[in-house]
């Protein structure tokens, strides 16, 4: 049997399976929702399938759920499951799903924060909506196509595609550990700022240097440096054994890059923090696990996931998700101290 590809590269649909195995559209729907038996007869139904499967052709079974009922399932994509933040953050979301029917499909970005590829043969076939944490919108593209709804969480609110947007009070954070550090008598900072861009982290840098350069003699370098741990500690120990005067604060992206940053100090005779102050942000397990324990900005990640799934499930219903900034908090711990005199 010989069949054509639809004009343009476009999706194939059930009229070109028709059209290719010489049957109906209502055969075609028959045959591939196996409702065939005993109406079409076998020889009919194996043309149909064949047809198909050279035109790869699947079928819209979001269509077909419009008919019977939603899938009742979303899909949330992060940058990674290596970091504790987005294992709470699906947490939080998959108890809010299930309270209402609904199942959470976690997938990590095979790039990161670059381009999620779609992880079913069509994410729209089998998904009523994505949530995306800590990603660009356009890095969902493969994923949502024009027609599911997409919230996003932590994420630039000025990007126009989502449907809803849950954000963390970030920018507040980084001021909350500036003026705990300013209040300290420290006016001599490294930021060791995460290498991934990302919109969270550009936010962290913006706010910080914002707030040092409204402190007279208050000076800052930025250290970019990947995000972990040995990366960290070598990108600390750098900043700590560069020409000048030796910074007294090291301002950090991550819970996972102070910890870095604390090796470093030791490793060169210091102490933290009577002669380096170290800070986190994110208060994962780590932050308590270290010693003296860190400094860090509590970011309430089950919280964020618990929002999201409830703005998902407002847009779906019609309703228009609650907006605002989920508030942040500075956990004082040991890894901060007064400049040593």
Avoid at 2 to 23: F, L
Avoid at 45 to 54: F, M, P
Avoid at 86 to 108: D, K, N, S, W
């Amino acid at each position: 049997m010989q069949t054509r590809e639809p004009a343009g590269g476009a999706r194939p649909t059930s009229r070109d399976v028709a059209r290719a195995a010489g049957v109906s559209q209502a055969t075609v729907s028959l045959v591939l929702g196996d409702k065939w038996q005993g109406r079409v007869s076998e020889r009919t139904a194996g043309l149909v399938r064949e047809a198909a499967k050279d035109l790869g052709y699947r079928p819209n079974l979001a269509a077909r759920n419009l008919r019977l009922g939603r899938t009742r399932t979303a899909l949330l994509v992060v940058p990674a499951l290596s970091n504790e933040f987005f294992a709470r953050v699906y947490a939080g979301a998959a108890a809010v799903a299930a309270e209402h029917g609904f199942g959470v499909v976690l997938y990590p970005s095979p790039e990161g924060v670059g381009p999620a590829k779609d992880p079913f043969a069509s994410a729209r076939a089998a998904l009523d909506g994505v949530i995306a944490s800590s990603m660009a919108a356009g890095a969902l593209d493969a994923i949502r196509g024009s027609d599911l709804p997409l919230v996003m969480l932590d994420s630039d609110p000025s990007d126009p595609v989502s449907a809803a947007q849950v954000n963390l009070d970030i920018a507040d954070g980084m001021r909350q550990v500036t003026d705990h550090l300013l209040g300290l008598g420290h006016r001599d900072f490294v930021h060791l700022a995460s290498a991934v861009p990302s919109w969270t982290f550009e936010v962290r840098a913006q706010a910080l240097g914002a707030a040092l350069r409204a402190v007279p003699g208050a000076r800052l370098r930025t250290v970019p440096t990947p995000l972990d741990v040995g990366s960290a500690r070598e990108s600390a120990e750098r900043a700590l054994t560069a020409p000048g005067a030796r910074p007294t604060a090291l301002v950090c992206d991550d819970d996972v890059l102070a910890a870095g940053a604390c090796k470093a100090v030791r490793r060169l005779g210091l102490r933290v923090p009577e002669d380096i102050s170290v800070t986190g942000f994110d208060d994962l397990a780590l932050a308590t696990a270290l010693e003296p324990e860190l400094t860090t900005v509590r970011l309430p990640a089950e919280r964020i996931g618990e929002t999201g799934m409830s703005a998902l499930l407002a847009v779906l219903e019609g309703r228009t998700p609650t907006p605002g900034d989920l508030p942040v908090t500075l956990v004082l711990r040991g890894t901060t101290g007064p400049v040593a005199s």
